[in-house]
């Protein structure tokens, strides 16, 4: 009876939908949807034409897209409710429909909802934090309530007040670790976190309902998205500003406004340093020290970041690179000023160009140069010169690193999750004289072999390559490169196992491949063309690059590789490559044992096997209390403590950088932060000690 009325209600509201948005009322509102219709659309033929494995806009892709946009837009289910998810069920099987005829039906019903729906959530937080949570009660976030959305308002409110309870625990727990805390303390401490969690998820919300487009770009992205992550996990579907931040990660001039941010002492985010020549330079109106209070694009409503995180700021100002944005800040004395800025490209100043890869030594009985490469990027503008690309990067640092007499090397490309597979095979030819490196299968043609085909090597020592579950795609290439050449020992945990390749397109299904960056487009698309494979023949695909010396990684507790993707391509293999040459083999053996005493003696390493095991013994999803002290209890019995300071060697800085440090007292701070940190690094004691041994 109750499902009953519940949808006779939602089909009154539906009949009202329809009749407010009838005519050039519902005209108008298509128009903001149209341009997602026909991008949806074009998604389907460039995948066709272009995918290594396009598949039919049939049934299964239309109850799939279904699946995806909904989970998009409501990961956590508290804004739409069952009901809402009763109309919408009524066209699951066709969305397919909607996207061949280019149609908007499905998003109009779609965006009205939701933006109904984030303002009732909006409205309700504010109820929510109105009175201290009880930590001493017996209450349970379900695994059930989790999976399913609320049936009216007043469940609805209770899950979210269940949900910032729970974030409010962790943050407790997180600032309080192990502590035991009497309900008096917990009742005072809270507070600050839950208007905090509350102000996060209502900035989530004005981000949606203010950010240049509002809810129907918010919603045609999610659909052009989803319907792009259905042919495979790589192949995604770039807005124009998410299509240039991709270019910037990969090596290509960013679009900025000029400041860095930090967090504020007390709340919020305030202005580290601007960059001269920048947008926020050339106003005059910013300094260092500013505290942001609102951001407002133009056209819509002010959003208070008053207290949020920089990476919560950060996140917002993504959201446009072309689009005005009028920042209000609070200067040092008190007032506030309000300043537009607009993005604009920004020269890097040299020594950022020298700082992207870095390195030092490790001084013991021997000295070990250590080399740090977190992410591949290629030199857009001087492609066949190849001079700011991070294999030329690597070949300077080594250069330096030489100088200082090193007897061995490490090559950190752990959590690297990849690049520019030319940028793979430049970066493995430092280390070999000459020949294949990676294979390359497209959707037509013969197998195109990438080469190394420079004669020589810039480093000829000992060579340790660091990776974990982390280390994908480019990274795994150039560990399975030199694994296959015997050149490298790979020390870690199984990679990530994504092989691999995509190119961008703009959105224009008369391009072709070789006139992609002739034209230009108000959105792009990413596009798996090809699978990767080692000069062995093998693949990384799913399986990754298992390691000659496997030690235990935290990403073991978790299942999130390449092969836990729902739409990943499954592995093959070809035939081997006839014509490399492998160097002589190194004493694997040996060098696995010295590790697994190591590690069997570690403290460390014991404390995270102990870890492993307990997280590896939890389901996949349980209920969790609500209450401080299995909060509590649970996090002492998981947790472990941090790696002690390594013994067998210091870390120094190389006559170069020593004398670019002691001009910058910014680069001198962070530099000695990553010396702390690698000094606690277990796994680079380890490889030290392996080194010593090659």
């Known amino acids: 009876m109750v499902v009953y009325f519940a949808f006779s209600e939602y089909m ?69 409710t069952a009901g809402d998810l009763m109309l919408l069920n009524s066209w699951k099987q066709q969305l397919d429909e909607q996207v061949l005829q280019r149609k908007t039906d499905f998003l109009v019903l779609l965006g009205g909802l939701y ?207 072309h689009d005005k944005l009028s920042i209000t800040v609070k200067k040092a004395d008190g007032t506030t000023r309000t300043v537009t800025l607009v993005k604009e490209m920004v020269e890097e100043q040299e020594e950022d160009d020298d700082d992207k890869v870095k390195s030092f030594l490790l001084k013991g009985s021997k000295v070990v140069g250590y080399i740090s490469l977190p992410a591949f990027y290629s030199d857009w503008e001087n492609e066949e010169e190849g001079v700011k690309g991070c294999a030329n990067d690597v070949a300077k640092e080594i250069l330096k690193l030489k100088k200082e007499n090193i007897t061995g090397l490490i090559l950190d490309l752990r959590f690297n999750g990849g690049g520019s597979l030319q940028e793979a095979a430049e970066l493995t030819g430092i280390f070999i004289d000459g020949g294949p490196v990676h294979q390359l299968k497209p959707k037509a043609g013969k197998i195109f072999t990438l080469k190394d085909v420079n004669r020589g090597t810039i480093y000829d020592g000992p060579l340790l390559v660091l990776v974990n579950g982390y280390s994908a795609s480019a990274s795994e290439m150039v560990a399975g490169a030199l694994r296959d050449y015997n050149r490298a020992l790979i020390v870690g945990s199984s990679t990530y196992g994504k092989a691999t390749g995509q190119v961008v397109f703009p959105m224009d299904t008369t391009v072709a491949i070789e006139t992609i960056h002739e034209k230009q487009s108000e959105s792009y698309i990413k596009i798996t063309t090809g699978q990767l494979f080692r000069i062995d023949g093998s693949t990384a695909q799913f399986a990754g690059v298992k390691p000659d010396v496997e030690l235990p990684g935290l990403l073991e507790a978790q299942s999130n590789k390449e092969a836990d993707e729902k739409f990943a391509l499954k592995p093959t293999t070809i035939e081997a490559n006839k014509y490399y040459k492998a160097y002589p083999p190194l004493p694997v053996a040996s060098l696995q044992q010295l590790a697994k005493n190591i590690a069997d003696t570690s403290a460390w390493f014991k404390s995270l096997k102990k870890y492993l095991q307990v997280k590896g013994q939890q389901k996949e999803w349980e209920d969790i209390s609500l209450k401080w002290a299995p909060v509590k209890e649970e996090a002492e019995d998981t947790d472990f403590p941090e790696p002690g300071q390594a013994t067998y060697f210091k870390i120094e800085n190389n006559a170069y950088e020593l004398e670019k440090l002691k001009a910058n007292d910014g680069l001198r701070q962070l530099n000695d932060f990553f010396k702390n940190y690698l000094l606690h690094d277990a796994y680079l004691e380890i490889s030290y000690r392996l080194l010593l041994q090659m």
């Not at 949806?40 to 272009?50: D, N, S």
């Not at 999610?222 to 790589?234: E, F, T």
């Not at 300094?287 to 407002?296: A, P, V």
């Open 12 to 80: 009154k509201q539906l009949f009202i939908t329809l009749f407010l948005v009838s005519g050039l009322f519902y005209s108008a509102i298509s128009q903001d949807y149209q341009k997602s219709a026909n991008d949806g659309f074009v998604v389907t033929r460039m995948v066709e034409k272009f995918h290594i494995a396009p598949k039919p806009t049939d049934n299964a892709f239309s109850e799939n897209l279904w699946q995806q946009v909904i989970e998009s837009l409501d990961d956590e289910r508290i804004y739409f």
């Open 115 to 321: 933006q109904k729906r984030l303002q009732k959530v909006d409205s309700l937080l504010a109820d929510v934090c109105k009175k201290p949570f009880d930590f001493s009660v017996d209450e349970y976030y379900t695994a059930k309530e989790d999976s399913s959305w609320p049936q009216a308002e007043a469940e609805a409110k209770a899950k979210i007040t269940r949900i910032i309870k729970w974030n409010v625990l962790e943050a407790l727990q997180e600032e309080y670790p192990g502590k035991n805390l009497n309900k008096q303390f917990l009742d005072t401490a809270q507070l600050v976190f839950q208007k905090k969690v509350a102000s996060a998820y209502k900035r989530e919300i004005s981000s949606i309902l203010n950010s240049p487009g509002g809810v129907p770009k918010h919603i045609g992205d999610a659909w052009c998205s989803a319907i792009a992550l259905y042919y495979d996990p790589h192949t995604e579907y770039f807005p124009l500003t998410e299509k240039e931040n991709f270019d910037a990660a990969l090596g290509q001039q960013p679009y900025r406004f000029g400041f860095r941010t930090r967090r504020a002492k007390d709340k919020g985010v305030v202005i580290d340093e601007l960059e001269p020549g920048s947008p926020a330079f050339k106003s005059g109106m910013l300094n260092k020290g500013d505290k942001f209070e609102t951001i407002q694009w133009e056209g819509k409503q002010p959003i208070d970041v008053s207290d949020a995180a920089p990476r919560e700021l950060g996140k917002m100002l993504d959201e446009s690179n």
